[in-house]
């Protein structure tokens, strides 16, 4: 099993930054690629961001290419979503995820297993 814990969530001005983390405990050897998902009042739930196991790869949704980074500190078992000028837009829940597929970068909400509990991101003018 694996548990996630997020956390960096807040309220901040539109053009501000925020930095997400999403702490990993427990059978973490196990996970490959970890990801951001969010998910905005009355919207489902999106693809934000994800990284591979070594954080060679990594791959950012458009929405947010050129704003937001993933990166990973695997000593620490930890993500980092870095968020720079951000958009009412990007106002959402915003989720941690982990997968144990090794190949491929999943987009995809249905292809991880492990969900943190969310942290809120509110941005405002």
């Known amino acids: 099993q694996v548990q996630l814990v997020e956390s960096g969530g807040g309220l901040v001005q539109t053009g501000g930054s925020l930095r997400l983390s999403c702490a990993a405990s427990g059978d973490t050897f196990s996970i490959f690629q970890m990801g951001w998902f969010r998910q905005a009042p009355g919207k489902g739930r999106e693809f934000v961001a994800v990284i591979n196991r070594s954080g060679e790869y990594s791959y950012h949704a458009d929405a947010v290419k050129g704003r937001f980074t993933i990166s990973r500190d695997n000593a620490k078992n930890t993500v980092y979503l870095q968020m720079s000028s951000l958009k009412l837009e990007d106002t959402a829940i915003y989720y941690c995820?982990?997968?144990?597929?090794?190949?491929?970068?999943?987009?995809?909400?249905?292809?991880?297993?492990?969900w943190g509990q969310g942290t809120q991101v509110t941005v405002s003018s």
């Open positions: 995820a982990a997968t144990h597929i090794s190949s491929g970068i999943s987009t995809m909400e249905r292809f991880y297993g492990y």
